[in-house]
């Protein structure tokens, strides 16, 4: 398959799918639910969902530069943001958004700056796009697409904020 023959959706209608997919979750929760972007694909992705579910409560942002497994190697100039949750994690459902699903690496770092906070009742991972090729055991509770055939050589990148758009780029040197 060549970059050519795959096809790139309009963002806002997987938005608007992934936020229908977490309605009976924020009901559940009786509306507590928290939801929290992973700079900066992942907070665009988050705003939308916000909006959508209407949530009460403010968005969490986090920035998981400082947890990353990768932040050694060479070549990475890391710019740093302040994590932001304004609420208590502790017995809360919390919404972890991303955008791209790859290796699972992000995701974990994010659990575990999460954990510092404190101990949630329940962590949702809802993703933009899952692109497989993961290497950790993490999974999406809710995806907007999945491609599972990307060539090897491709990443899918989220482009914002206005608008949302997905490509496909070539992948850098440090990216994961």
Same mark, same amino acid.
């Given at each position: 398959?060549?970059?050519?023959?795959?096809?790139?959706?309009?963002?806002?209608?997987?938005?608007?799918?992934?936020?229908?997919?977490?309605r009976p979750s924020v009901?559940?929760?009786?509306?507590?639910?928290?939801?929290?972007?992973?700079?900066?694909?992942?907070?665009?992705?988050?705003?939308g969902l916000h909006r959508?579910?209407?949530?009460?409560?403010?968005?969490?942002?986090?920035?998981?530069?400082?947890?990353? !497994? =990768? &932040?050694?190697? @060479?070549?990475?100039?890391?710019?740093?943001? %302040?994590?932001? #949750?304004?609420?208590?994690?502790?017995?809360?459902?919390?919404?972890?958004?991303?955008?791209?699903?790859?290796?699972?690496?992000?995701?974990?770092?994010?659990?575990?700056?999460?954990?510092?906070?404190?101990?949630?009742?329940?962590?949702?991972?809802?993703?933009?796009?899952?692109?497989?090729?993961?290497?950790?055991?993490?999974?999406?509770?809710?995806?907007?697409?999945?491609? !599972? =055939? &990307?060539?090897? @050589?491709?990443?899918?990148?989220?482009?914002? %904020?206005?608008? #949302?758009?997905?490509?496909?780029?070539?992948?850098?040197?440090?990216?994961?």
């Amino acid at each position: 398959m060549t970059s050519a023959d795959i096809p790139l959706p309009e963002v806002e209608p997987l938005i608007d799918r992934m936020a229908e997919s977490l309605r009976p979750s924020v009901a559940e929760a009786d509306n507590e639910a928290m939801l929290v972007g992973i700079h900066t694909g992942g907070i665009w992705v988050a705003e939308g969902l916000h909006r959508r579910l209407s949530l009460a409560q403010d968005l969490g942002t986090l920035d998981i530069t400082y947890y990353r !497994d =990768d &932040l050694a190697r @060479g070549g990475m100039h890391p710019h740093i943001r %302040p994590s932001r #949750l304004p609420w208590s994690v502790d017995d809360r459902l919390i919404i972890l958004v991303d955008d791209v699903l790859h290796t699972g690496r992000t995701v974990r770092a994010a659990l575990n700056e999460i954990f510092d906070f404190g101990r949630p009742a329940r962590v949702l991972l809802a993703v933009l796009v899952d692109r497989g090729g993961h290497e950790l055991p993490i999974a999406a509770d809710v995806v907007g697409i999945r491609y !599972d =055939d &990307l060539p090897s @050589g491709k990443r899918v990148k989220l482009t914002g %904020p206005q608008p #949302l758009q997905l490509a496909l780029t070539e992948p850098t040197e440090n990216a994961r």
